[in-house]
């Protein structure tokens, strides 16, 4: 008896999501960050009040208190790391996928966003979409 087993792959267009950082919801800002910079971090960029974004080499943490519901996966498109700084500096790059377009495309594989961006726009825009286990992921283009 012969056994024959048969792989169906689906072939999907790359999308380069640009700089991955982790969204957390802070209940405390004030001691999330103090508790982060005891890991090494040191802030970034943020107001210190609400939100505060945490580097530490390559990794980024973003702290935000009351902004959104639970932590998340975040992708900022257009946002790339200058190879001089070994990833430590964001830089606005020339060439990447805009926010809109990577909609279209994630929405032309089955993907709906729960949150959209809105379609006839250009520049910074952000929209989110949710995995199978529940956990959202922002696309969130600054430039």
């Not at 103090?34 to 080499?57: H, I, P, T």
């Amino acid at each position: 008896m012969t056994t024959t087993t048969t792989t169906t792959t689906t072939k999907h267009t790359t999308c380069s999501l640009g700089r991955f950082s982790l969204s957390l919801a802070a209940k405390d800002l004030k001691a999330s960050r103090a508790f982060y910079e005891k890991l090494g971090f040191e802030a970034c960029s943020g107001d210190g009040e609400r939100w505060q974004v945490m580097q530490n080499g390559t990794a980024t943490v973003g702290l935000f208190q009351g902004m959104f519901p639970r932590n998340m996966l975040t992708f900022n498109p257009g946002w790339g790391d200058d190879p001089r700084t070994k990833g430590e500096d964001r830089k606005a790059l020339a060439d990447f996928t805009q926010v809109r377009e990577l909609q279209r495309r994630l929405r032309g594989v089955g993907i709906e966003p729960v949150q959209a961006a809105e379609e006839s726009g250009s520049g910074p825009g952000s929209f989110v979409v949710v995995d199978p286990d529940g956990n959202p992921i922002l696309v969130d283009q600054h430039v």
